[in-house]
């Protein structure tokens, strides 16, 4: 157990529909990575917040989503799904900026 | 942006050899370059780093080495072992170090 927990594990919807992935960072770190990683791709960087607010974006697609909550609870919203939206989507945090990640387990997506 | 490019995709060598992975940054800011290990259906863990004010450094049978005149940094697995079949991902921080960039990946086979 990495002390990032991502839930749900597995998820299945239709195409055009909306889902949330929940990720709890390890006790104490501040900041949350979404990463997406595609069948034999690399990893990815959607978004990053910091103690509740955005500090960086990559190449997030409008139809997604994010935020960090007080808890320091993070939520992936994506939305109008397609099917190459299929993917691992994985949590990241981090304490101090410039250090290494802990990474979830990740919510494998399927989108049908 | 930030880009990393590592090599090789595909890497296959049998227990007890020596296994090499290279990347290249192209950001001559980056200042951390943490290595990734990824074993089948879970998150990538972070296995070592290196600073930009460190040329070397070593943990047992991995060590991994920076050149940053030439943008490039290594990971050096030694003695390899069954175990160390996974794939690997070099990345380095970027311009600020708000988030981290990733290269493709290294898939290494470890042949008993």
């Known amino acids: 157990d990495s002390g990032v927990t991502q839930t749900p594990k597995h998820l299945i919807t239709a195409t055009g529909q909306r889902v949330t992935l929940r990720c709890s960072p390890r006790?104490?770190?501040?900041?949350v990575y979404w990463y997406q990683q595609s069948l034999d791709q690399g990893l990815q960087f959607l978004i990053q917040y910091y103690n509740g607010e955005e500090r960086a974006k990559g190449n997030i697609l409008e139809r997604f989503s994010a935020q960090q909550f007080p808890d320091l609870h993070s939520e992936l919203n994506l939305s109008s799904l397609e099917l190459g939206d299929s993917a691992l989507y994985f949590c990241a945090s981090s304490g101090t900026l410039g250090y290494g990640y802990t990474f979830g387990s990740g919510t494998r997506l399927t989108v049908v | 942006g930030e880009n990393v490019e590592q090599h090789p995709s595909t890497l296959s060598v049998q227990e007890g050899d020596s296994a090499v992975i290279k990347c290249t940054y192209s950001?001559?800011?980056?200042?951390?370059f943490p290595w990734y290990k990824q074993e089948l259906g879970k998150g990538p863990q972070l296995i070592i780093d290196?600073?930009?004010?460190?040329g070397e450094k070593k943990d047992q049978r991995i060590a991994v080495t920076l050149n940053k005149t030439a943008k490039h940094f290594s990971l050096h697995i030694t003695e390899t072992q069954p175990e160390d079949s996974a794939v690997y991902f070099c990345?380095?921080?970027?311009?600020?170090?708000?988030?981290?960039?990733f290269g493709a990946g290294t898939r290494l086979f470890v042949k008993a």
């Open positions: 950001d001559s800011a980056s200042n951390y």
């Open positions: 290196i600073r930009s004010n460190v």
């Open positions: 006790s104490g770190d501040l900041s």
């Open positions: 990345a380095a921080d970027d311009t600020g170090g708000f988030k981290t960039i």
